[in-house]
């Protein structure tokens, strides 16, 4: 009784405020976590998001410019989580945090990558012209990634970390073994063909991909 007393706190917290603090996030998410563990096959997927450039923004453009910027950025994430019915908390000046429970990987980052985008453009929207700032995303998934709430956060954080490594302005995976994004890319005869010679080679389809990269970027070596 007590544990759904405090998922059901939460929830109504959430409700009121849709943006939770740092720590009233992390206990959501050890909330949900616990409650997803009732359920066969649950998934509870973390998408970190990080402004980029802020730092520059208020450096040359002055503070008012930054608030700006992480104002545009929450009120879109409200309307995001609003709609989405997703728990939002902002874990930092300029980072925050959503919790998707029951959604899978490959939704979950096709979903991030148009937030990008929306935030790119609300953001864009509130600056003045030669203004700019953009957002980076990190997405982490229980099971993929992790099997407690601390190491999902530390997985998103990796995949934030690839986002920004990639130039920012992007959307980041922690690597796994297990998963193909097949929704972009690959044609549907491409990715017949790649299942296929897994299944004969008995690997999975992740480390066909990373050889073939591997000897593509071989032969560009060469010349």
Same mark, same amino acid.
């Given at each position: 009784?007590?544990?759904?007393?405090?998922?059901?706190?939460?929830?109504?917290?959430?409700? +009121?405020?849709?943006?939770?603090?740092?720590?009233?996030?992390?206990?959501?998410?050890?909330?949900?976590?616990?409650?997803?563990?009732?359920?066969?096959?649950?998934? !509870?997927?973390?998408?970190?998001?990080?402004? $980029?450039?802020?730092?520059?923004?208020?450096?040359?453009?002055?503070?008012?410019?930054?608030?700006?910027? @992480?104002?545009?950025?929450?009120?879109?994430? @409200?309307?995001?989580?609003?709609?989405?019915?997703?728990?939002? %908390?902002?874990?930092?000046? $300029?980072?925050?945090? !959503?919790?998707?429970?029951?959604? %899978?990987?490959?939704? =979950?980052?096709?979903? =991030?990558?148009?937030?990008?985008?929306?935030? $790119?453009? =609300?953001?864009?929207?509130?600056?003045?012209?030669?203004?700019?700032?953009?957002?980076?995303? %990190? @997405?982490?998934?229980?099971?993929?990634?992790?099997?407690?709430?601390?190491?999902?956060?530390?997985?998103? $954080?990796?995949?934030?970390?690839?986002?920004?490594?990639?130039?920012?302005?992007?959307?980041?995976?922690?690597?796994?073994?297990?998963?193909?994004?097949?929704?972009?890319?690959?044609?549907?005869?491409? !990715?017949?063909?790649? +299942?296929?010679?897994?299944?004969?080679?008995?690997?999975?389809?992740?480390?066909?991909?990373?050889?073939?990269?591997?000897?593509?970027?071989?032969?560009?070596?060469?010349?």
């Amino acid at each position: 009784m007590a544990r759904a007393a405090t998922v059901k706190d939460l929830r109504s917290r959430t409700e +009121k405020d849709f943006c939770l603090s740092g720590p009233a996030f992390t206990a959501a998410l050890a909330a949900r976590w616990k409650e997803s563990r009732e359920r066969a096959e649950s998934q !509870l997927t973390l998408l970190l998001l990080d402004l $980029d450039n802020l730092h520059g923004l208020n450096t040359t453009h002055g503070r008012e410019a930054g608030d700006r910027a @992480v104002g545009a950025a929450t009120a879109e994430l @409200v309307r995001a989580a609003k709609r989405e019915s997703w728990t939002l %908390g902002r874990t930092g000046g $300029d980072e925050f945090a !959503l919790l998707a429970p029951g959604l %899978g990987v490959e939704p =979950a980052f096709l979903r =991030a990558d148009a937030l990008r985008r929306d935030l $790119d453009a =609300a953001i864009a929207k509130a600056l003045p012209r030669g203004q700019r700032c953009t957002v980076s995303v %990190g @997405v982490a998934n229980i099971p993929r990634d992790a099997k407690l709430p601390e190491d999902l956060l530390r997985k998103a $954080d990796l995949a934030l970390y690839a986002a920004k490594e990639q130039g920012g302005d992007s959307v980041g995976l922690t690597p796994g073994e297990d998963m193909v994004l097949k929704s972009s890319y690959y044609s549907a005869a491409q !990715l017949a063909r790649l +299942k296929s010679l897994a299944e004969r080679k008995k690997t999975k389809e992740a480390v066909l991909l990373r050889e073939a990269l591997a000897e593509l970027l071989r032969k560009y070596d060469r010349e």
